[in-house]
């Protein structure tokens, strides 16, 4: 079955240290991964994607993420984290199996807090 | 930025009525889809549509939900006879290809009581 994992509910960090968000994906075939967040109130933005090409793909405010095929994860990582990055961030993998299947299946989400 | 805009952004209703939850998608986009969010859970697809059909839908989709394209610009969703367990932020999303990133809206709170 198709799945994503995020394995830590929360993530705590201090501003100006780098963090980590982590995902791991369970998907026939070569998925396209995604990373959104979601701040208090509002609805999911867009932060990045991997599609094919370079394992380490650039996304907004910063982030970047990084596909590992061998350990199916898609990290998201940012060198230096704001307290404006504490939100909700959801790792998803859109399904390919066959036909017309677009759907997103999505992580439980992590909480990150970048303490002052 | 062109973006997905949703309305109401709070809809409360009773146990057994209609709602309709409205969306417009992004003007050039092909391909759209609902969402829902029961607080503390999950995001889960509900449904993806294009050329004026669906093409997919999940389990939790069932006779009690439709959705229509009824003009160029609006993509609703419709729950004929609402339960306490409808109770969720809806999303509805829309992209170019499938290849590409869906683009959300703000969301509809639906509260059943």
């Known amino acids: 079955a198709q799945s994503v994992a995020q394995p830590e509910d929360q993530v705590n960090v201090a501003e100006g240290n780098p963090l980590t968000v982590k995902c791991t994906y369970s998907?026939?075939?070569?998925?396209?991964l995604f990373w959104y967040v979601q701040y208090p109130n509002r609805g999911l933005q867009f932060l990045l994607k991997y599609i094919t090409g370079d394992n380490l793909v650039k996304g907004s405010y910063g982030f970047e993420a990084e596909f590992n095929k061998s350990q199916t994860s898609f990290h998201l990582k940012k060198p230096s984290a704001l307290v404006s990055d504490s939100a909700l961030y959801f790792c998803?993998?859109?399904?390919?199996?066959?036909?017309?299947?677009?759907?997103?299946?999505w992580g439980l989400g992590t909480s990150l807090a970048v303490n002052p | 930025e062109p973006e997905v805009t949703q309305t109401p952004s709070h809809q409360v209703t009773q146990m057994g009525q209609e709602v309709i939850l409205r969306c417009v998608p992004i003007s050039n986009h092909l391909y759209f889809y609902w969402y829902r969010q029961i607080l503390g859970q999950k995001v889960e697809f509900l449904v993806s549509?294009?050329?004026?059909?669906?093409?997919?839908k999940s389990e939790i989709f069932d006779d009690q939900f439709s959705v229509e394209r009824p003009d160029g610009s609006n993509f609703t969703l419709k729950i004929r006879s609402t339960k306490l367990e409808d109770s969720a932020m809806y999303f509805c999303?829309?992209?170019?290809?499938?290849?590409?990133?869906?683009?959300f809206g703000p969301g509809t709170r639906l509260t059943v009581t």
């Open positions: 999303a829309s992209n170019q290809d499938r290849a590409r990133e869906q683009y």
């Open positions: 549509f294009y050329n004026n059909e669906i093409s997919e």
């Open positions: 998907v026939s075939g070569n998925p396209y």
């Open positions: 998803a993998v859109r399904d390919i199996r066959a036909g017309n299947n677009r759907k997103l299946i």
